[in-house]
């Protein structure tokens, strides 16, 4: 489930542009042969795991999301923006989704897996320390959401729901590295962070000209790498040596995710393309690729 959730990051990221037939084959060339190698490095008792101060990762912060994130990053790069997403000047346009409540429900349903995602990951089953890991998971949630609300209302005037709900999830990715080491105090800092980072790394996503249609840059990559350094600034596991040992961890996988995605992608994007052709992305990929309407008689750029 991990592995696949390293694959469904990248897809919110290059949506509504990028051929199925290469995704489904990045997948699994990175789900298939990267991750379990890179996952390895940790959860395998790999070299990070042998360190004088281990590398601590407890559900996925860096193995899960940055992995995800950094591959997102670089997919949206080879692949470009969305038509009509930025104007001439260069100027991010926003493109509206087609339906938030069922945004939002998604969220929630994200926010109770989550649970499981964290919980679970007490393998021990210890009721104790499952407790203390489902508190501190719903603690960063809801502090990532309402800081993420609140930061987003003070620079925008606007209280922008999707921020709220991608603050939710950088605080959930925020607290996932070390959600079982956490005090609940802890576990709200951590969240509030995550949740104004948010809001800084989606505009800042925008200004460097990439194209994120869910943010996935800036929750799972950016608050990943925030949840994992933070192991070394909060809770039981706190200082200098683990700081810097988990600063090793982010650098060593942006050393082998970012290289591995590029060369899958662009030796794709030089054969047999990634991206839809401009016909099919105006009229829709779930019809030209699906032979079906998603949204019958909802599509605004329907003649």
Same mark, same amino acid.
């Given at each position: 489930m991990f592995a696949a959730t390293a694959a469904t990051i990248v897809s919110g990221a290059v949506a509504e542009r990028i051929k199925i037939g290469p995704f489904m084959? $990045? =997948?699994?060339?990175?789900?298939g042969l990267i991750y379990p190698i890179a996952g390895s490095w940790k959860w395998g008792g790999g070299f990070l795991d042998m360190r004088e101060t281990p590398f601590y990762d /407890?559900?996925?912060? =860096?193995l899960v999301h940055s992995v995800g994130g950094w591959a997102a990053l670089v997919a949206v790069w080879l692949l470009g923006a969305r038509i009509g997403k930025f104007d001439k000047q260069g100027k991010p346009q926003a493109i509206p989704g087609h339906n938030i409540p069922l945004a939002t429900a998604g969220v929630l349903i994200l926010w109770l897996g989550w649970f499981g995602f964290n919980g679970g990951s007490v393998l021990s089953a210890d009721p104790e320390l499952t407790s203390l890991t489902l508190v501190t998971t719903c603690l960063a949630a809801a502090a990532g959401g309402v800081v993420s609300a609140f930061v987003s209302f003070l620079r925008y005037k606007n209280l922008d729901l999707t921020m709220f709900l991608n603050g939710i999830l950088g605080g959930l990715v925020g607290i996932t590295a070390g959600a079982d080491q956490m005090t609940p105090e802890d576990a709200i800092i951590i969240g509030a962070v995550a949740g104004a %980072?948010? &809001? $800084?790394? &989606?505009? /800042? &996503?925008?200004?460097i000209k990439l194209d994120d249609p869910v943010g996935a840059i800036a929750v799972h990559l950016v608050c990943g790498i925030?949840? =994992? %350094?933070? &192991?070394?600034l909060f809770g039981a596991l706190a200082g200098v040596d683990q700081f810097i040992s988990q600063l090793v961890g982010v650098l060593s996988y942006a050393a082998i995710c970012i290289p591995s995605a590029f060369l899958i992608f662009f030796i794709m994007k030089k054969t047999v393309g990634i991206r839809v052709s401009e016909k099919e992305e105006l009229e829709g990929l779930d019809a030209h690729e699906h032979g079906m309407d998603a949204y019958a008689d909802f599509r605004m750029n329907e003649h």
């Amino acid at each position: 489930m991990f592995a696949a959730t390293a694959a469904t990051i990248v897809s919110g990221a290059v949506a509504e542009r990028i051929k199925i037939g290469p995704f489904m084959m $990045f =997948t699994v060339i990175y789900v298939g042969l990267i991750y379990p190698i890179a996952g390895s490095w940790k959860w395998g008792g790999g070299f990070l795991d042998m360190r004088e101060t281990p590398f601590y990762d /407890f559900a996925g912060s =860096t193995l899960v999301h940055s992995v995800g994130g950094w591959a997102a990053l670089v997919a949206v790069w080879l692949l470009g923006a969305r038509i009509g997403k930025f104007d001439k000047q260069g100027k991010p346009q926003a493109i509206p989704g087609h339906n938030i409540p069922l945004a939002t429900a998604g969220v929630l349903i994200l926010w109770l897996g989550w649970f499981g995602f964290n919980g679970g990951s007490v393998l021990s089953a210890d009721p104790e320390l499952t407790s203390l890991t489902l508190v501190t998971t719903c603690l960063a949630a809801a502090a990532g959401g309402v800081v993420s609300a609140f930061v987003s209302f003070l620079r925008y005037k606007n209280l922008d729901l999707t921020m709220f709900l991608n603050g939710i999830l950088g605080g959930l990715v925020g607290i996932t590295a070390g959600a079982d080491q956490m005090t609940p105090e802890d576990a709200i800092i951590i969240g509030a962070v995550a949740g104004a %980072l948010i &809001v $800084f790394a &989606v505009s /800042f &996503v925008d200004r460097i000209k990439l194209d994120d249609p869910v943010g996935a840059i800036a929750v799972h990559l950016v608050c990943g790498i925030w949840g =994992t %350094l933070a &192991v070394g600034l909060f809770g039981a596991l706190a200082g200098v040596d683990q700081f810097i040992s988990q600063l090793v961890g982010v650098l060593s996988y942006a050393a082998i995710c970012i290289p591995s995605a590029f060369l899958i992608f662009f030796i794709m994007k030089k054969t047999v393309g990634i991206r839809v052709s401009e016909k099919e992305e105006l009229e829709g990929l779930d019809a030209h690729e699906h032979g079906m309407d998603a949204y019958a008689d909802f599509r605004m750029n329907e003649h």
